[in-house]
T-cell receptor, first 112, second 113 residues
């Protein structure tokens, strides 16, 4: 059973461009969570999704950030018009509906 | 509000030394508690967990006991190895049995040979 997959592992964008981060949950997991980790800090919750539904987006910035988890395909975290402050590691986790979350390797976004 | 507080690092130990990383939480009720480990350049790996009071989670020589009296979940290992060098994160479940996790800031451990 493959683990949580994220791609790309590293993403470089210039200010104003769009960033798309992908997450494929573990097989059988229908719950996906996105977290952001700033340098030297812990992870901060962003959004929690189930198939085709956003359950909790209380940690998402109000502008420029969006997330989806379609019926088919990976979950996508989309950041429009990136700024330097968006540079961080973005981690996806999945769970089968229980409380244990399994994390992917992360996408490290660098905004130039 | 709900939070997780970890002892600040970095922690530097010699090989075979005893390790304790303190973690306390605030919560209404009894959330599940976790320790995750992050090796350099990698994602988080679940190290151990406890789902109710007095439970002891254990894995790879690490242990942590869910103490509701002191709202703590301290991580311990009797004899650390160089390969244990990593950042350790304490976390609690936010709401009931599922939902987002609330993380501590992490404690960096360096083990010297």
């Amino acid at each position: 059973n493959a683990g949580v997959m994220q791609n790309p592992r590293h993403l470089v964008r210039r200010r104003g461009q769009e960033a798309r981060l992908r997450c494929s949950p573990m097989k059988g997991h229908s719950h996906v969570y996105w977290y952001r980790q700033l340098p030297e800090e812990g992870l901060k919750f962003m959004v929690y999704l189930q198939k085709e539904n956003i359950i909790d987006e209380s940690g998402m910035p109000k502008e420029r950030f969006s997330a989806e988890f379609p019926k088919e395909g990976p979950s996508i975290l989309r950041i429009q018009q990136v700024v330097r402050g968006d540079s961080a590691a973005y981690f996806c986790a999945s769970s089968p509906g229980e409380d244990t979350q399994y994390f992917g390797p992360g996408t490290r976004l660098t905004v130039l | 509000g709900d939070s997780v507080t970890q002892m600040e690092g970095p922690v530097t130990l010699s090989e075979e030394a005893f390790l304790t990383i303190n973690c306390t939480y605030t919560a209404t009720g009894y959330p599940s508690l976790f320790w995750y480990v992050q090796y350099p350049g990698e994602g988080l790996q679940l190290l151990l967990k406890a789902t109710k009071a007095d439970d002891k989670g254990s894995n790879k020589g690490f242990e942590a006991t869910y103490r509701k009296e002191t709202t703590s979940f301290h991580l311990e290992k009797g004899s650390v190895q160089v390969s244990d060098s990593a950042v350790y994160f304490c976390a609690r479940a936010y709401g009931g049995s599922q939902g987002n996790l609330i993380f501590g800031k992490g404690t960096k451990l360096s083990v010297k040979p």
